[in-house]
């Protein structure tokens, strides 16, 4: 069914409720952080949910908070809100040595292997990765697959950075997504406005309730003056931006460089390349990228 490799599999009967497991999971890295104390080895287990039906009202509000079209095909970056929560499964268990609490989400990448429609029902698994070495700590991948019956659809591997931690078993290496801090080739001529409540409107699509992308107060309190929104809307509007251009197969590298403060006006751009597209989300005043995507066809 799947291409991830041979491991136990804790199947669910269904996806889990995203927010009980957003606060286990940053509980528990409150606590490992106090106790000094916490599992030394990754878990090798597959989390697995089967024929997860799609929720046609729920695509339609995420398309309109990221800036898509209504449409029957959903994006690929849907399929990552999909599986989020087998994500917080499994950062949340009492096995995983890291929690939500202090991960910084600083690459992904995803291959949606042929369109899929909202009507579909799929399959999920996430797993996580070899943990590999960074200078600044240690970088955890989550991976992630959607099937429809045998046939692997939809890839994606999440690079979290676990910032000052070791663990054993980290093999050296950059990992799946290269990429340079900013495209200068790129001109970014359009300007997005995000307003103050753009997390909250993101956060009741996606899931994701992460308080530093809806309160002030605990922004403030993992060193952020004001909310962030989430890297995967920003990811997502890039692919909306782009929609009516991308292949029915195509692969997207994304690369986190510096969080958008809310409200914030940015500066979007895309430039052609042989095969695909180069964008990246930068300041309102050119001076810094925020995120930086490149498409190819597959």
Same mark, same amino acid.
């Given at each position: 069914?799947?291409?991830?490799?041979?491991?136990?599999?804790?199947?669910?009967?269904?996806?889990?409720?995203?927010?009980?497991?957003?606060?286990?999971?940053?509980?528990?890295?409150?606590?490992?952080?106090?106790?000094?104390?916490?599992?030394?080895?990754?878990?090798?287990?597959?989390? +697995?949910?089967?024929?997860?039906?799609?929720? $046609? @009202?729920?695509?339609?509000?995420? !398309?309109? *908070?990221?800036?898509? &079209? #209504?449409?029957?095909?959903?994006?690929?970056?849907?399929?990552?809100?999909?599986?989020?929560?087998?994500?917080?499964?499994?950062?949340?268990?009492?096995?995983?040595?890291?929690?939500?609490?202090?991960?910084?989400?600083?690459?992904?990448?995803?291959?949606?292997?042929?369109?899929?429609?909202?009507?579909?029902?799929?399959?999920?698994?996430?797993?996580?990765?070899?943990?590999?070495?960074? +200078?600044?700590?240690?970088?955890?991948?989550? $991976? @992630?697959?959607?099937?429809?019956? !045998?046939? *692997?659809?939809?890839? &994606? #591997?999440?690079?979290?950075?676990?910032?000052?931690?070791?663990?054993?078993?980290?093999?050296?290496?950059?990992?799946?997504?290269?990429?340079?801090?900013?495209?200068?080739?790129?001109?970014?001529?359009?300007?997005?406005?995000?307003?103050?409540?753009?997390?909250?409107?993101?956060?009741?699509?996606?899931?994701?309730?992460?308080?530093?992308?809806?309160?002030?107060?605990?922004?403030?309190?993992?060193?952020?003056?004001?909310?962030?929104?989430?890297?995967?809307?920003?990811?997502?509007?890039?692919?909306?931006?782009?929609?009516?251009?991308?292949?029915?197969?195509?692969?997207?590298?994304?690369?986190?460089?510096?969080?958008?403060?809310?409200?914030?006006?940015?500066?979007?751009?895309?430039?052609?390349?042989?095969?695909?597209?180069?964008?990246?989300?930068?300041?309102?005043?050119?001076?810094?990228?925020?995120?930086?995507?490149?498409?190819?066809?597959?």
């Amino acid at each position: 069914m799947t291409g991830l490799p041979d491991r136990e599999v804790e199947l669910l009967d269904a996806l889990p409720a995203s927010a009980p497991l957003l606060l286990r999971s940053l509980g528990a890295g409150v606590t490992r952080r106090v106790t000094g104390r916490r599992p030394a080895t990754l878990p090798v287990r597959q989390v +697995r949910v089967h024929d997860v039906t799609q929720d $046609v @009202a729920r695509l339609a509000a995420y !398309d309109r *908070v990221c800036g898509f &079209g #209504v449409r029957d095909r959903v994006p690929a970056t849907w399929l990552h809100v999909l599986a989020f929560p087998l994500q917080l499964h499994l950062l949340s268990a009492d096995d995983s040595p890291f929690a939500l609490a202090g991960l910084v989400h600083v690459t992904n990448t995803m291959t949606l292997h042929r369109p899929v429609t909202v009507s579909e029902a799929v399959t999920l698994a996430v797993s996580y990765g070899t943990p590999r070495e960074h +200078r600044r700590g240690v970088l955890l991948d989550l $991976v @992630a697959e959607a099937s429809v019956g !045998d046939e *692997v659809v939809w890839r &994606g #591997v999440s690079s979290y950075l676990v910032r000052g931690e070791t663990l054993p078993g980290t093999v050296p290496g950059a990992g799946e997504v290269d990429l340079p801090v900013d495209f200068p080739h790129v001109p970014t001529d359009n300007v997005w406005r995000l307003p103050a409540g753009l997390g909250r409107a993101y956060a009741a699509v996606s899931g994701d309730a992460n308080p530093i992308h809806l309160s002030p107060l605990a922004a403030k309190a993992f060193g952020f003056p004001r909310t962030i929104i989430h890297g995967m809307w920003t990811q997502a509007r890039v692919l909306a931006a782009l929609d009516n251009r991308l292949p029915d197969a195509h692969r997207i590298d994304a690369r986190f460089t510096k969080p958008i403060l809310l409200p914030s006006t940015v500066r979007f751009g895309a430039a052609a390349t042989p095969t695909g597209y180069d964008s990246v989300v930068r300041s309102r005043d050119g001076e810094r990228s925020h995120l930086v995507v490149r498409v190819s066809r597959v």
